[in-house]
């Protein structure tokens, strides 16, 4: 579904923007994600609304961390892999969330900052498409939060899994545009 509305109280959820996702080779490529979620990100900071900068961590152990059949084991991240990207200038009004699951609210603080603020309506980005903003979308809806998807500010490591979750999962959970169409609407709240 096109984007008709932005509410009036509506945040920015940017999903795992940090130094070892970034890295990665995504579709498009994540240079692209980076640039128009900083353009939200000024544009959401202009208009006074919140910003949510989401990372994906674990404890050192591991312990933590999703442990089922099909999720690979051995990872051993680089150091600073979670650091959210230098880029984003974040301030310290905005809010910070560590999540270890896909969804940014499955086991964090996430809806509990949104509600007390008053918002609404979430527009998310980030990277990957078809799990972190996928993942934090669906419980997102599940919240009954009007769900806006900024379609040129996310990306994915496969180009099938961007155009599902593009063409045939977010549409069925809230509005998709561009960042463009995003940032005016939102002006115009």
């Not at 900071?45 to 674990?58: I, Y």
């Not at 301030?91 to 609210?105: G, L």
Request: hydrophobic share 45%; charged share 20%; with cysteine.
């Amino acid at each position: 579904m096109a984007i008709t509305a932005l509410d009036k109280q509506t945040a920015l959820v940017i999903i795992d923007l940090q130094k070892g996702i970034v890295g990665m080779e995504t579709v498009p490529p994540a240079a692209t994600v980076v640039a128009n979620a900083i353009a939200l990100i000024q544009a959401f900071r202009k208009e006074n609304l919140p910003v949510v900068a989401v990372n994906v961590s674990f404890a050192p152990d591991f312990s933590d961390a999703i442990r089922t059949r099909n999720e690979k084991g051995g990872f051993a991240p680089p150091a600073g892999w979670d650091e959210l990207i230098p880029e984003l200038d974040l301030q310290p009004s905005d809010i910070r969330i560590t999540k270890r699951n896909w969804s940014a609210f499955y086991g964090t603080a996430l809806d509990l900052h949104l509600r007390r603020r008053g918002i609404t309506n979430i527009v998310l980005c980030g990277i990957a498409t078809s799990i972190g903003v996928e993942g934090t979308a669906r419980s997102a809806h599940e919240r009954a939060y009007n769900v806006t998807f900024a379609s040129d500010a996310m990306s994915d490591s496969l180009q099938s899994a961007q155009e599902h979750s593009l063409k045939v999962i977010f549409p069925r959970i809230g509005e998709v545009g561009t960042t463009e169409e995003i940032i005016r609407l939102l002006q115009a709240r």
